[in-house]
């Protein structure tokens, strides 16, 4: 039997729990229905204000046996140099969007991912380990 996971056993709990923070303030304030990109724009300026060190749009490049392939991936941020945050707005995290960060993930190095889904009523989260 596998061993139970508890909310406290996630890695880089209190630096994922400030960025879904900011998230819920947006939420608040600015409900949902607006594209991704207000979104974004939202969280760089909480994440500036509240002194988080974060890169938005970071660039990975794509390893593929001895080769570097030419098309590169963009993460929405990288927060604390360890968390991958991806944005949407729309009507439910799908499984695209969980392998999506998976796979940055895999690229990145980063060991945690969060998505938050700013497209329903109430703000969606999911934080993805690998």
Known sequence: MAPE???TDFPLKDETDK????GIEIHKILGHGFLEIVYKDALEYEFKTKGYFFT?????SIQYKEITLPHKFYADFVLFDQIILEIKAKEG????DYAQT????????????LI???GKTRLDIK???Y
Do not use: Q
């Open 19 to 22: 960025i879904i923070g900011a």
């Open 127 to 129: 934080r993805v380990v």
């Open 116 to 118: 938050l889904n700013f």
């Open 5 to 7: 996971i508890k909310i």
């Open 56 to 60: 938005r749009e970071k660039s990975f």
């Open 102 to 113: 998976i796979n940055y993930l895999k690229c990145s190095g980063c060991k945690v991912g």
């Open 93 to 96: 995290i799908a499984d695209e």
